[in-house]
């Protein structure tokens, strides 16, 4: 009997970095070695270690995930190898870990190089050996773990200042396998913006989804993503929904959902002014509060109607402010002459 085929998580992207990335993962996938997915925040990592499961022989059998960065040291122990009945405070019943869970299967450690060093040694004897013990337990259990981590942290330079085992390193590092950050690949850019845009509508309930203007694909290609494939999503989504003519290409692009006059103010470690409104060390304020409350405001709203092209609803929208409220500002601060569309 043929079994299916599995279901690969949506991997989208159309440059040859792109391309030569998921190359990488094709040969990488039927072996049974333990593999490092290395990439900034948002890129994807989680998708790449499914996509190597998936793509290996051991794809009907069970995925296993684990966050190493969101558990405390010893919540993390006992996730991954598990405990018997009262092996601490609490552990009233015999708990299962991911490496029982994962048996026959893969293992997928986000953000690994979170793991403390009393981890670091039991998850190397389980790679040699593959077998392991329960916290608080004497028992040895035997286990086939395919083993995939992932972060975005430089494990080698954390191995070489001993943060991170080097002989673990050795063992994880069979394969290394590097996404791309998004500004590397600005030509995927336009694509994944359409899957976005095409998944939100849909999401919505819209019949169907009319693209991008010119302008808004060009703020989009002309930002660099730190936030990668993750924010671009957000980006996206935010315009599709936010779209006041859902029947029109999208034009209008809010890059910083906290983009406000009204944004509170932060402690920092130069005072109650955040950084971004700071003057450089050394230079003292001119004029009184009042002036410099005025200079911001028509500074942050003039920047808007420039970028908008003096499209006040635009404008307005960019800056989290209701119409009239803007239209308040302007009159304000006699901007009302500016022209618009």
Not at 85 to 107: C, I, K, N, P, S
Not at 217 to 239: F, I, Q
Not at 275 to 301: C, N
């Amino acid at each position: 009997m043929t079994k299916p085929s599995p279901d690969l998580p949506a991997l989208i992207g159309e440059s040859p970095a792109f391309q030569a990335m998921l190359e990488h993962v094709s040969k990488a996938a039927p072996l049974n070695k333990p593999t490092l997915v290395i990439g900034e925040r948002g890129t994807g990592k989680e998708l790449v270690a499914a996509r190597l499961h998936y793509l290996s022989r051991r794809w009907d059998r069970s995925f296993v995930k684990l966050n190493c960065g969101a558990l405390a040291e010893s919540l993390l122990e006992s996730e991954l190898f598990g405990h018997e009945a009262g092996a601490f405070t609490g552990a009233v019943r015999r708990h299962v870990g991911r490496f029982e869970l994962a048996d026959d299967g893969t293992l997928f450690l986000d953000e690994i190089a979170n793991a403390t060093p009393a981890v670091q040694e039991k998850m190397l004897r389980v790679i040699e050996y593959g077998e392991f013990e329960r916290v608080g337990g004497n028992q040895t259990l035997a286990t086939d773990v395919r083993l995939i981590g992932a972060t975005n942290a430089d494990l080698p330079a954390l191995a070489r200042t001993g943060k991170f085992r080097a002989d673990l390193l050795d063992r994880l590092s069979f394969d290394v396998i590097t996404i791309p950050p998004l500004r590397a690949r600005p030509e995927d850019i336009p694509v994944l913006a359409e899957h976005f845009g095409v998944a939100m509508a849909r999401e919505l309930q819209r019949s169907y989804f009319p693209g991008f203007t010119e302008r808004a694909m060009t703020r989009l290609l002309a930002h660099d993503w730190p936030g990668n494939v993750r924010e671009l999503k957000n980006v996206v989504e935010r315009a599709v929904y936010r779209a006041e003519r859902p029947e029109r290409p999208v034009d209008t692009i809010v890059l910083d959902p906290f983009s406000s006059p009204w944004r509170p103010v932060a402690l920092s470690e130069s005072g109650l002014i955040p950084p971004e409104r700071q003057k450089p060390a050394g230079e003292t304020p001119t004029g009184d509060f009042i002036e410099q409350v005025r200079k911001f405001e028509t500074g942050l709203i003039s920047a808007a109607l420039e970028r908008n092209q003096f499209n006040q609803k635009r404008a307005a929208e960019e800056l989290g402010l209701r119409y009239h409220q803007f239209r308040g500002y302007l009159r304000k601060y006699g901007l009302l002459e500016a022209k618009s569309t």
